[in-house]
């Protein structure tokens, strides 16, 4: 399954609304897990099920999207949320994640 | 609380072969299904194979299948990543991650990450 994300890279400001999404090339149900990287660190996860909050993650994030089309946003992002975000199909094997986004400022 | 511990980093010969080691601290070993997930310097995350380590079964990405093998040890608890005929392409950072689910919620840890650098 192809995972493909919009847009690649993405520049931003503290407090703005930040929407990226993340399409599938088949249905995968509510499958889907998104990460939060910053560099050099190990990739995070923040939301799984397509819209269910990991724990200790702001409530400032959100997923939504079922099938094939998805959406994570940032409510007002913050300083430390600025990094590469990943979306990863767990639908079916081989899983496949995204090739990312890249928050800028 | 589950912690798992990476082998360090290797520098290996194109041709050669690596393994890498994740340790597994905490109970119900195995319960779990390790997630091995690579990134090539500058690059994105690969998924690039799983394990049950209660049964052994696994699936491997598209690009690493005909050259990994991963399994585990349960009396360690330790599971091992594999990889043969090694290219540049396989310089990346490889890390492992356990991902379980109750009832109610999942919970997700990961190794430090593990540095292998293939040159000539």
């Known amino acids: 399954i192809q995972m493909t994300q919009s847009p690649s890279s993405l520049p931003v400001s503290v407090g703005d609304r930040v929407t990226i999404t993340c399409r599938a090339s088949?249905?995968?149900?509510?499958?889907l897990s998104w990460y939060q990287q910053r560099p050099g660190k190990v990739p995070r996860l923040l939301i799984y099920?397509?819209?269910t909050l990991y724990r200790g993650v702001p409530s400032r994030f959100s997923g939504t999207g079922s099938g094939t089309d998805f959406t994570l946003t940032i409510s007002s992002l913050q300083p430390e949320d600025f990094g590469t975000y990943y979306c990863?199909?767990?639908?079916?094997?081989?899983?496949?994640f995204g090739q990312g986004t890249k928050l800028e400022i | 609380q589950i912690q798992l511990v990476q082998s360090g980093a290797e520098v290996k010969k194109p041709g050669a072969s690596v393994t890498v080691s994740c340790k597994v601290y905490?109970?119900?070993?195995?319960?779990?299904?390790i997630t091995w997930v690579r990134q090539a310097p500058g690059q994105g995350l690969e998924w690039t194979g799983w394990i049950s380590a209660y049964n052994g079964l696994t699936n491997y990405g598209p690009k690493v299948q005909d050259r990994v093998t991963l399994t585990t040890d349960r009396s360690t608890t330790t599971a091992y990543m594999a990889l043969t005929r090694l290219t540049s392409d396989d310089t990346a950072v490889y890390y492992c991650s356990i991902r379980y689910c109750n009832t109610t919620s999942c919970f997700e840890y990961w190794g430090q990450g593990t540095l292998i650098s293939v040159s000539s």
């Open positions: 088949q249905g995968i149900r509510t499958d």
């Open positions: 099920a397509a819209s």
């Open positions: 990863l199909q767990d639908y079916n094997y081989p899983y496949s």
């Open positions: 905490g109970d119900t070993f195995n319960n779990y299904m």
